[in-house]
């Protein structure tokens, strides 16, 4: 099947490649019951570290709505827009079973809801039950436009660990005094390096430890001896995290929403876009205990919030307003720390990795400096040598389609060329630093049994990359630190954890495989808001492949226009 013959580009890269059109009445959905949502993007004042401000909200919430759900239940999310802003809503390791129309990424498969419009989502969650979240996909308004979603498993079915006594959400996030979309703007137009976060939160809360921010503190009240399931989500912009709690030990059960098996620790990292449901046990002496969220910044030379956020984990019993017990976190540079919640994951059960590879990508992720091309280089190249900061997959990077919606299919499977991308990059002039702009993509056949390698590079910094594919888990089937060697790679192909967003170890290289199964247009980028926006980024178009159960629907008729 020819795959360019009919390409849909209002302004958008959503495409129709070639597909013959079966239609939306979805028997995927059949067995599961259906849920309805009602979202408007509104905005809300707020008064946090003694600033009010207004801030884009869905129905006034901070977080936002929960979407409660069981396994294979369909979705219908009707988003109306009450903000001058643009908006979309991306479901977060939802994978889109022929539904990628309704995935939310702005200009990749939709044009975003203008204000006073509306868009339907509808998607089932196929096969996929756990700890999910969903955040605005356009501009940085993820700072805020953000919430959980439960996925159950089906009725009778038992989670496969002890049932907790109580279940808690914890979203992990960062806060802006500043309007979050005008900043982009500010930072790209200054070709600088983004500000830190004025504040860490937990739940929208920054905790004791910010100056005016004693009582906006968040709290969960536990029973001696019980057991709380937390689920853990990194709604962060540009920050990844260290979470611990004073004295308790947290196991791990599940990552990116799949069962793993159960790895017991001091502390959990997680990378923007990532969630983790964690066990912990009351089984401390009555008191107070301390929640923090810390900074993990593996970069060099990188500004950075470097706050804890604090919430509490208090004991029926304790004394009221008394101090608590201060949790320990890593350093903020602790990569071992990282590595090591990393090296814990491992699947449940054995699963079915992808054993014979017949399309291979190795793709190199990090940032650029481009030679300044501005008339007025104090205000717009701030950046390295005078430059300006970019980022890319490949040395490419993205740049969203514009009206037409052109783009091209080559995407190169590997590096134009090869060198010492850890220890060898050309990281000053004369040197060539600059990146190719392009709105380029990556056709893969339909059943392709893929492998991509991630390769950090050295230029400007390393640094652990979290990469996020919409559309598709995969399997990480191996990590490790320096150039990736083939000879040397040590693979897990047993029981590798199943994952939709994968840190890039700083200085070093993940490989992941997965079978091409579900056609669309699925974006790949890093889910640091700031390297989205410099370009780390591409798109990976996945052809269709025979009869109704492998082809993509027809868009919607209210497919929305830029």
Request: hydrophobic share 40%; with cysteine.
């Amino acid at each position: 099947m020819s795959l360019m013959a009919n390409l849909l580009c209002f302004s958008v890269l959503f495409l129709t490649i070639s597909f013959s059109y079966c239609s939306m009445a979805d028997k995927r959905a059949a067995g599961g019951s259906t849920r309805f949502y009602d979202f408007k993007v509104q905005t809300m004042k707020v008064n946090k570290l003694c600033n009010t401000k207004e801030i884009v909200t869905i129905n006034k919430m901070f977080p936002g709505p929960i979407v409660y759900a069981q396994e294979d239940d369909r979705i219908i999310v009707k988003v109306t827009n009450e903000t001058p802003y643009n908006a979309t809503i991306h479901w977060q390791g939802v994978r889109q079973k022929l539904s990628c129309w309704f995935d939310g990424p702005s200009y990749i498969t939709q044009c975003p809801i203008q204000a006073g419009a509306s868009f339907t989502y509808e998607f089932t969650l196929v096969q996929q039950k756990g700890t999910f979240f969903w955040h605005a996909h356009v501009s940085w308004l993820r700072a805020t436009v953000y919430g959980a979603i439960v996925v159950y498993p089906k009725t009778e079915v038992p989670y496969p660990f002890e049932h907790p006594y109580e279940e808690h959400i914890v979203i992990l996030g960062e806060y802006w005094l500043r309007d979050v979309v005008q900043l982009e703007r500010e930072v790209l137009a200054s070709g600088g390096a983004a500000p830190p976060a004025d504040a860490f939160t937990i739940n929208s809360h920054p905790g004791p430890n910010y100056n005016y921010s004693r009582n906006d503190v968040y709290k969960i009240d536990v029973v001696p001896g019980k057991t709380y399931l937390l689920r853990l989500i990194n709604a962060g912009l540009n920050m990844e995290n260290f979470f611990a709690i004073a004295y308790h030990k947290l196991t791990i059960v599940e990552a990116d929403a799949e069962y793993t098996k159960p790895f017991t620790t001091d502390r959990v990292m997680l990378g923007p876009g990532q969630t983790m449901n964690v066990l912990v046990t009351a089984n401390q002496p009555i008191g107070k205990y301390s929640i923090a969220m810390g900074p993990y910044m593996s970069a060099q030379n990188i500004s950075f919030q470097n706050i804890s956020a604090i919430a509490y984990f208090q004991y029926l019993g304790a004394v009221p307003n008394s101090i608590s017990l201060p949790a320990k976190l890593p350093s903020f540079n602790d990569n071992l720390a990282a590595k090591t919640v990393m090296d814990g994951l491992r699947s449940l059960n054995p699963v079915n990795v992808p054993k014979e590879i017949d399309t291979e990508l190795f793709v190199t992720v990090g940032l650029n400096v481009n030679k300044c091309r501005s008339k007025t280089p104090r205000n717009n190249c701030r950046g390295m040598n005078n430059g300006t900061f970019a980022a890319s997959m490949n040395n490419i990077s993205f740049v969203m389609p514009t009206i037409g919606g052109q783009f091209t299919v080559d995407f190169p499977s590997a590096p134009l060329r090869f060198y010492d991308f850890v220890n060898g990059a050309p990281n000053n002039a004369p040197n060539n630093t600059q990146a190719i702009n392009g709105t380029r993509t990556k056709v893969l056949k339909f059943g392709s049994k893929v492998q991509l390698i991630f390769q950090d590079t050295s230029t400007v910094t390393t640094e652990n990359h979290p990469i996020h594919l919409h559309g598709y888990s995969f399997y990480v089937v191996g990590y490790g630190t320096g150039n990736y060697n083939p000879q040397t790679a040590n693979f897990n192909l047993i029981d590798p954890p199943y994952m939709n967003t994968i840190g890039v170890p700083v200085g070093g290289w993940a490989a992941i495989r997965f079978v091409a199964d579900n056609p669309g247009v699925w974006f790949m980028h890093c889910h640091l808001e700031i390297h989205q926006s410099w370009g780390l980024g591409a798109v990976l178009i996945v052809e269709n492949g025979e009869g109704e159960l492998e082809t993509l629907p027809h868009p919607p008729v209210d497919l929305l226009r830029c």
